[in-house]
């Protein structure tokens, strides 16, 4: 289990907890229950107490924890037969964008994602989920397969941004980021997604540009990480945690701006204490977002996700 | 104390600081150094004379030197919501905005004209890198959109100058969806068979060029215009490895298929009438210098045209198959 630096004070208690266990077990009629029960009681409670009011930062913190579960966890959970599709038919395939065709239930469906990896070998092949055009020029690909074979597409967001990287720009990151929002404006069919992590910015964008959004419970969707907008406006990346809150990030905000249309809850002490538990609340979610879409003609859910998006920005937050 | 140091110091140094050369008389090319005439930097359309750097414009001047006569009227832009984050950072986002406001004397980072080029009617947007380096917010967003529909409206070409470090971090995830936004606004042209020219001018990156500014049916790029979604120290930073010259710059976009063409900017007003009487269907221009047309909205005085045209309809937009008959030179 890893622990993020504000639930140290928790790690101790839950540590200790373990090892007066792993003591009972070794020497013979030795009753810890009680004490380890009492642990187990204020760590529940100091849970509780630090996921009850997360600051804008430490969600920021949750949303990268490394045990949360990824896109490979999702498709490989809550989809069958998937089947993966790889390359854009010009230059190369991205590891950072998975996606292919699969069914959620009965339905086929065509699922992109950006995957992170869960360990120094998968990260590095992952590129830590940061896209190359690539991997836009490939998910423009599948969005178009989706539209002509009249398949819902299910996207799930997760990544820190967009590859900044000498090939990346020789190759037209932008451009291809331009043309991925562009086919998703364009697809007559429903495109639901899901910020299951990290929303960074422009590589976030084009696979939120859908007919409803979630965010899971501690996810963030951002226009700049915290760090390089306290670069940038506090000159002092330290000032994070300032510019965390000043940005908005979070699912509940977000909410209330009318970017997202519903928050999936996590369980306590957020995605990475019971994973199987988010993975299945995320499923329910896609299901039922897929299903208010699936009466609409292909019109309708063009002409749904353009006013979604012009209408944007008409309201702000509340004073 | 003394009434030499009071008052003959203070009105001595007075009469001599008035004296002194006004600043905004000349300036320095950043490029070579050379000090530039500001009368003459200004017919040269900002374009150094010695090494041809091109300089900041600001959307008016380039309006000015763009339109026929310099008239144009300009659309009206629907104000957004102002500071809907109430962002703050070391000052307040209002602050900021009032501070850009003051010095810039334009409302926000765009500005959206309908008018003329070389007898060509057009709907003409304009970024401004001078305000909040031109970035894209909210207001941008609305610009670009009220662009997209004007020409819609009055079957117009539209010819974007995009200037911008990127989207408005002060308002947040709001910034962010103008990608999405402004892209439903290429969209309208696209459907309605208009022309959609992109002209990138330095610095065009991020979010700016990630959406709108790459979506062009044609690409022209100022020369030596920085062009990125990645700026080049932040790829600098991630890579660790120095990047070559010229890297992320305009040529260099050319050269890897990005752009169609890039070009001077005292040649940019003839190629721009040039493509968009070939893809409108209009024969050849008159070249050269024309007076503001003679009738039409368009002529009126600014302002009072932005405010009228708010209100009816314009009596050009029917009129805009004849417009080839004007064609013919004048006496």
């Known amino acids: ?319 | 104390m003394n009434w030499i140091t009071n008052y003959v110091r203070p009105t001595i140094n007075s009469i001599f600081s008035r004296r002194e050369m006004p600043e905004n008389l000349w300036s320095k090319c950043p490029e070579c150094g050379t000090m530039l005439f500001h009368r003459e930097l200004t017919d040269n359309l900002n374009v150094c004379t010695n090494c041809d750097h091109h300089l900041g414009i600001t959307p008016r001047e380039r309006f000015r030197a763009l339109f026929d006569g310099g008239a144009f009227s300009e659309v009206k832009v629907p104000e957004p919501v102002l500071d809907p984050l109430h962002f703050r950072d070391q000052k307040k986002y209002p602050d900021r905005l009032r501070a850009a406001q003051k010095t810039t004397g334009e409302a926000e980072a765009m500005l959206v004209g309908a008018g003329e080029i070389g007898r060509t009617p057009v709907v003409v947007a304009a970024q401004d890198f001078s305000f909040m380096g031109g970035s894209m917010g909210m207001y941008v967003g609305n610009a670009i959109i009220a662009a997209a529909e004007k020409a819609v409206e009055m079957k117009r070409p539209l010819i974007l100058f995009s200037a911008a470090g990127g989207a408005r971090m002060q308002e947040g995830i709001l910034s962010l969806m103008q990608m999405p936004r402004t892209t439903v606004a290429v969209q309208m042209l696209k459907e309605a068979g208009l022309p959609y020219i992109v002209v990138l001018t330095h610095p065009t990156t991020g979010g700016v060029t990630a959406s709108y500014a790459m979506l062009g049916d044609v690409h022209i790029a100022e020369p030596n215009a920085l062009i990125c979604f990645a700026g080049p120290r932040v790829i600098e930073q991630t890579i660790r490895e120095k990047l070559p010259e010229g890297f992320q710059r305009a040529e260099y976009l050319l050269d890897h298929g990005m752009l169609d063409r890039v070009t001077h900017r005292k040649h940019l007003r003839d190629e721009l009438i040039t493509i968009t009487r070939m893809l409108m269907g209009l024969p050849p221009a008159v070249r050269g210098d024309l007076p503001p047309p003679e009738e039409g909205p368009d002529a009126r005085p600014q302002s009072e045209a932005a405010a009228q045209q708010a209100l009816t309809p314009d009596p050009a937009a029917p009129k805009a198959p004849e417009k080839p008959a004007k064609d013919t030179p004048k006496p």
């Open chain 1, 1 to 319: 289990m890893n622990y993020l630096d504000f639930e140290k004070p928790l790690a101790e208690i839950e540590g200790k907890a373990n090892e007066l266990r792993a003591l009972a077990k070794t020497s013979e009629g030795m009753d810890v229950e009680k004490e380890a029960a009492a642990l187990d009681a204020k760590a529940g409670q100091m849970l509780k107490d630090l996921y009850g009011g997360l600051t804008a930062w430490r969600k920021c913190q949750v949303a990268r924890h490394p045990d949360r579960p990824h896109c490979k966890s999702y498709i490989e959970a809550l989809f069958t037969e998937y089947t993966p599709l790889a390359g854009d038919r010009n230059f190369a395939d991205d590891h950072a964008v998975m996606g292919g065709m699969a069914r959620l239930g009965d339905r086929p469906v065509m699922v992109i994602g950006h995957e992170k990896g869960h360990d120094t070998k998968t990260r590095i092949e992952r590129n830590f989920g940061m896209a190359r055009p690539e991997g836009y020029r490939k998910a423009i690909r599948l969005l178009d397969l989706a539209d002509r074979f009249n398949l819902p597409v299910v996207t799930l967001v997760d990544t820190p941004g967009a590859y900044p990287g000498k090939g990346a720009e020789e190759r037209g990151q932008s451009e291809a980021i331009a043309r991925s929002t562009e086919k998703s404006l364009q697809i007559g069919v429903p495109v639901v997604s899901v910020v299951i992590g990290e929303g960074g910015s422009g590589g976030a964008v084009a696979f939120a540009t859908a007919n409803r959004v979630a965010m899971l419970e501690h996810s963030i969707y951002s226009v700049i990480s915290p760090e390089g907008c306290a670069s940038i406006l506090w000159k002092d990346a330290e000032k994070m945690r300032e510019a965390a809150e000043a940005l908005r990030l979070t699912a509940q905000d977000l909410k209330q701006l009318g970017v997202v249309d519903r928050i999936i809850k996590e369980p306590l002490g957020g995605a990475q204490r019971d994973r199987a538990a988010t993975i299945k609340a995320v499923g329910e979610a896609l299901e039922s977002m897929i299903g208010e879409l699936a009466d609409k003609s292909r019109a309708a859910l063009i002409k749904d996700r353009r006013k979604k998006f012009l209408d944007m920005g008409r309201k702000g937050l509340a004073a």
